[in-house]
């Protein structure tokens, strides 16, 4: 299997039968949560199929630091995103002015047969100029050997319009050209994107998989990074453990203010949250879903959840809702994140999703 990959073997073995038989797809759609290892199996797969040929030092491109000396594997890996340069690029150019961002598309390409967009600018999305830089960049000859690699990161990140704007290149690719795009779940995608791709569905990797995982990067807090990281090996190792109880300290108050406890102690919990420009909803997202699956399990007699070390909280608060109450939670949440991709405000959004609750409780 590919070198440092955990979990989705048949996922794995199934394009690496593609590059021994030389019968690959030209667009493949990698769906699965966040850090299941969807970009992780790309880059994974570029160095395998780019392998082939010998390349020559070049030096960075868009990440930051030289490549000189580097292999092959070493320079694909460093446009890994979950890096930290990677996120400090990504994080100073939310800063730039749109104008200057359209002049000059984010991509990361450390090798130059391997290329990787990715959401950037203050609602994290794929830009138009992005894909016209794609187009562009796809007809260019590949420098080494007789393929280039690209990914498109998140592309359920893309407006449909920006997702039709790639239609011409998926159905007229350069026949050296392999695209890749990521996406959490595949039908935020428009259907002619998806029509036109291969799709492949990346699950929550095993108990036994994890910790051999945790093993071999010698993670601290295993155990809880491990339980909260819900068999994504990427999340596991990404995590800021103490922003995500800080962040998830928040959601219990709101989640108690809606289910009929104290409204005064969530606005309490949530002014830092609303004051913080840089305190994205996006963050508080999937831990506010995790939170909700905790409460359905303890709901229905199950003990082992996610957020075990605040389980007891969660008990006492699974037994003063509703089945109803929680579907009527995970449709807010659904809401809340088309909204915060029009960068509707905070405050009021999330004090509104709190009242709509109490009086489904009602």
């Known amino acids: ?52 040929a010998t390349p020559q030092p070049v030096l960075t491109m868009t990440a930051p630091g030289a490549s000189h000396g580097l292999s092959l594997g070493e320079k694909i890996e460093q446009d890994d995103l979950s890096r930290e340069e990677n996120r400090t690029v990504i994080a100073e150019r939310e800063k730039w002015t749109g104008e200057k961002r359209t002049d000059d598309p984010l991509f990361f390409s450390t090798y130059p047969d391997f290329v990787t967009f990715c959401p950037e600018g203050p609602l994290r999305q794929i830009s138009l100029p992005q894909m016209r830089l794609l187009r562009e960049k796809a007809q260019l000859l590949p420098s080494r050997g007789h393929w280039r690699v690209f990914l498109i990161d998140q592309f359920d990140r893309a407006t449909h319009q920006v997702a039709d704007s790639l239609l011409k290149t998926l159905e007229e690719p350069p026949a050296h050209l392999i695209l890749f795009m990521t996406a959490e779940n595949p039908f935020d995608l428009p259907p002619t994107i998806r029509s036109r791709s291969v799709l492949f569905h990346l699950s929550p990797i095993s108990d036994k998989e994890m910790l051999s995982f945790a093993e071999s990067r010698g993670l601290k807090d295993a155990n809880k990074r491990l339980a909260l990281s819900g068999g994504c090996p990427g999340l596991a190792l990404t995590m800021d453990l103490q922003a995500y109880e800080k962040r998830r300290t928040a959601l219990l108050a709101l989640l108690e203010a809606a289910a009929g406890g104290s409204f005064a102690q969530w606005v309490q919990r949530s002014e830092s949250l609303i004051a913080s420009k840089s305190e994205k909803l996006d963050l508080y997202f999937k831990i506010l879903y995790g939170l909700l699956e905790d409460l359905l399990l303890l709901m229905h007699g199950k003990t082992t959840v996610r957020n075990q070390d605040i389980a007891g909280e969660l008990t006492r608060l699974a037994s003063k809702v509703t089945f109803a109450w929680i579907r009527e939670a995970i449709a807010f949440t659904d809401e809340l994140i088309g909204l915060q991709r029009r960068n509707v405000q905070k405050g009021p959004s999330l004090d509104q999703g709190v009242v709509r609750l109490r009086n489904a409780l009602a």
Do not use: C, Y
């Open 1 to 52: 299997m590919f070198e440092k990959f955990w979990g989705n073997a048949s996922t794995a073995a199934a394009l690496e039968r593609m590059i021994a038989a030389h019968r690959i797809p030209q667009t493949i759609l990698l769906s699965g949560p966040e850090g299941v290892g969807k970009a992780t199996l790309v880059r994974r797969f570029a160095v395998r199929l780019l392998s082939d």
